[in-house]
């Protein structure tokens, strides 16, 4: 279950700098519509690959060393927490994110979720409930 975790980390940092948003806009000059990604490293991309390394960091000291206390667990839990809850914030705004919206260059954009950003917030997640749950399950014993 420990690899899991691990595999959620590594999943949220491969997430961090993946696409973020598909952004469509169409432009004031000649009226053509332009297709572009935008990717976390633009926003809170950079933060969440932080965090996220910190996170596989220290969940690959609890499995190296498996007598370490339930702390460093939890550090990494919390981590990857935080991440689930930026990326929540992130897709439920998406056009908000930076480098969606310019309104000197564009008359209307449209903005829909990228995958890199589905990434980090389900894995990110998930990771976090393990934890939690392996936190929990090595209190009882």
Known sequence: MWLICFTGGVLAAIGSVSSWANVSGERFIDDRIERFSV???V???DATLILALISCFLILWR???????SFVPAIAAVLLSVIAVAGMLN????????GVYEPGK???TGATVGWGLILVTVSSAIAASLLAYQIWQQELR
């Open 43 to 45: 926003g809170d991309g």
């Open 91 to 98: 897709w439920a705004d998406v056009s908000h994110i930076p």
């Open 39 to 41: 990717y976390g490293t």
């Open 106 to 108: 564009y008359f209307r």
């Open 63 to 69: 499995i190296v060393l498996p007598r370490t206390s």
